[in-house]
């Protein structure tokens, strides 16, 4: 079985640029979830989609960053314009089903972004 | 406020010595309780995970961990490590109310084995 794939792996840019990472998900798997991870920090949710809606985006910087899923499958998080405390990894993770039962989420390589 | 610790940044042990990793929490309900391992380069990867039952936890590579609701802990353990157990250790929970299977991480404990 495919694990959850993630592109590009890296990426620097300057502050006020644009960039976008993707996510595939483990097929199937109806929940998605992006992760920040600030160096010397624990993986922090910033939103997460259940099928093609968003069940949490409560910690997500709507200023600058946007998500979407569409069809329910792949998605993709973009942040427009950059920051510097925007250096992190972003790692991307997908369940079968979220809430109740606790289902295992299964995370992805991440993408290490570096604004300059 | 709802949180959950890891009081130790950096731990370093010898090759084959024992380990022993903390975490504390800090909720109303005892929450969902997860360690995962995270290599350089690699995601994160499920060691072992605690809902309810049997306090003593199985996992994964040889560790376990022990639940004790009177000290809200739940401690990673192994009895002798490898070179290749070096990495990062993140402590999380997933909270029993209002779940909607958001994990929670520690600031996690970096592991650094000796030969």
């Known amino acids: 079985e495919a694990g959850v794939a993630q592109s590009p792996r890296y990426k620097i840019i300057e502050k006020r640029q644009s960039v976008a990472f993707w996510c595939n998900p483990i097929?199937?798997?109806?929940?998605l979830y992006w992760y920040q991870q600030i160096l010397g920090q624990g993986p922090k949710l910033l939103i997460q989609?259940?099928?093609?809606?968003?069940?949490?985006d409560s910690q997500l910087p709507k200023d600058r960053f946007s998500a979407e899923r569409l069809k329910g499958v792949d998605s993709t998080l973009k942040i427009q314009p950059a920051k510097l405390e925007d250096s992190a990894v972003y790692l991307c993770?997908?369940?079968?089903?979220?809430?109740?039962?606790?289902?295992?989420?299964?995370f992805g390589p991440g993408t290490r972004l570096t604004v300059l | 406020a709802q949180s959950v610790t890891q009081p130790d940044i950096h731990i370093t042990v010898s090759e084959g010595a024992s380990l022993e990793l903390r975490c504390n929490y800090s909720?109303?309900?005892?929450?969902?309780l997860f360690w995962y391992v995270q290599s350089p380069g690699q995601g994160l990867q499920l060691l072992l995970k605690?809902?309810?039952?049997?306090?003593l936890v199985q996992g994964i590579k040889g560790f376990e961990a022990e639940f004790k609701r009177s000290q809200s802990s739940f401690n990673l353990r192994k009895p002798s490590v490898h070179w290749s157990d070096a990495a990062e250790y993140f402590c999380?929970?997933?909270?029993?109310?209002?779940?909607?299977?958001?994990?929670?991480f520690g600031q996690g404990t970096t592991l650094q084995v000796k030969p």
């Open positions: 605690y809902f309810s039952g049997d306090t």
């Open positions: 993770a997908s369940s079968p089903i979220a809430g109740g039962t606790y289902n295992e989420q299964f």
């Open positions: 989609f259940q099928n093609n809606g968003v069940v949490d």
């Open positions: 909720y109303g309900a005892t929450p969902y």
């Open positions: 999380a929970v997933v909270p029993a109310s209002g779940n909607t299977g958001k994990l929670i």
């Open positions: 097929s199937g798997h109806a929940t």
